[in-house]
Structure formats: structure tokens, C-alpha cells
């Protein structure tokens, strides 16, 4: 520390101060506040007049030591909300890389949805587009034949009833062998009539219903196809 002679307003100091001209500045700054109360005409002791002085410098100090105050709390508040501001762009940050881990899964989800639409429009180009209105034409067809198949049964089944009663009026005649020999022969013939309508009959209502069953397969086929490619192609828009 060095020794500092000051003089405040003819009054003569002798200090140490590690800072001496720091100190002289504020002896300067004493003096000159001393003078300008005594300047202002007021009737007081010296020692009245630096009570005032020290004062006014009491009260700046008082001003300062609250402006500081509130610049600390000031500062606490500052800080407080960087720090809850750095919390929000971390949590920012964070639901950042999970809505990229996301988006990353949605465009593998989307290319599988795609490769599948793919597969489906190839096995739906393999299906023949026309074989649902081959096998209706032929399903109607089949029906006409059936329809005139029934009429041509009822028309049988007429002789028929026309050969049975033949059978009987000549049963209910005289017995005679050429009769047995005839109504033998219109029974072979009913009989053969009979077994010829029930194969043929058999015949085409399996066909009918094999045509049938392939329809409604091909039918299923469409509409299982069909909903495939609209679940995948709404997924698709859904993704995007």
C-alpha cells in the first residue's frame, strides 16, 4: 500500500491506499461537493455541510445499491427463463427426433404399402377380366337349356302318364301272351324313358351348380382383390 497526502476543502489528510490515485480522485470529488453546498449560501458549520454531503452520497449509494438490486433480480429472471427456455428447445429437440424416428417408420410403411399394391395390381392384371361375363353368359345358357329341358320333362312325363294308362287298359283286358309281350315293352320303354330324364336331369344341375361355384369364387376374388387395393391405396394417402 502507498501513503497519499489529500487536502478536502483546507483540511489536509495523510492515508495509505493500494490505490492512490483512485483515492485522490474520490478526495477531488469530496471537495467539490463541500464547495458547492458552501457556494450556495447556506449558514452552517463545516462539519454540518459534510454531514449533508455525506448524506447526498449516502443516498446515491442507497439509489445505486438498489439499482444493482434490482439488476441481480433482474439477472435471476433472466436466467430463470433461459434456463426454462433451454428446457423447451430441449423437449423441442427431443419430439423433433421422435417425429423423425416416426416419419422415418411411416415412409418404410408407406414403401411396403406400395410393394403390396404393387403385388396386388400384378394378380389382379392375371385374372381374366372377362371370364365373370363368360361364365354368366354360359350360367344363362345352362338355364334356357334346363328351362327347356322342364318342358320337355313335362311333356315326357304326359306320355308317360299316357303309356301307364295304355299299361293298365291293356293289364285289365284279356290276358293273352302277345299283350303280356306288349305291355312288357311300353313298361321297358317308360322305365328307359324315366332313367334317361333322371341322369340327363342329374347331368345338368351339376353342371349348373359347378358354374355357379366358379362364379361366386371368381365373384369373391374381385371383391377380396378390390378391398385390398383400396385398404392399401387409402393407407397410402393417409402416409403422404
Known sequence: MEKVKLSICGHDFSLKSEDPAKLEKV?????????????????????????????????????NAQIIDNSEETAD????????????VKNAQDKASELEIQLAELKVSLSQSQDELRALKAQYATVDPDAEVRLIEENRALSNEIKALKENNAELEENIGQLKAECERKASEENTEADSEEIEQLRSTVATYEKTFDEYATQKNAET????????????????????MNEIVNDGQLTL
Open 77 to 88: 429472471k433472466i436466467k430463470e427463463i433461459e434456463e426454462k427456455a433451454a428446457e423447451e
Open 209 to 228: 351348380k359347378a358354374l355357379n361355384d366358379e362364379l361366386n369364387a371368381l365373384r369373391k376374388k374381385y371383391a377380396e382383390l378390390s378391398a385390398q
Open 27 to 63: 478526495a477531488a470529488d469530496l471537495s467539490t461537493r463541500i464547495k458547492k453546498v458552501k457556494d450556495m449560501g447556506v449558514t452552517m458549520s463545516f462539519t454540518d455541510i459534510v454531514m449533508l454531503v455525506a448524506l447526498d452520497i449516502a443516498q446515491t449509494n442507497y439509489d
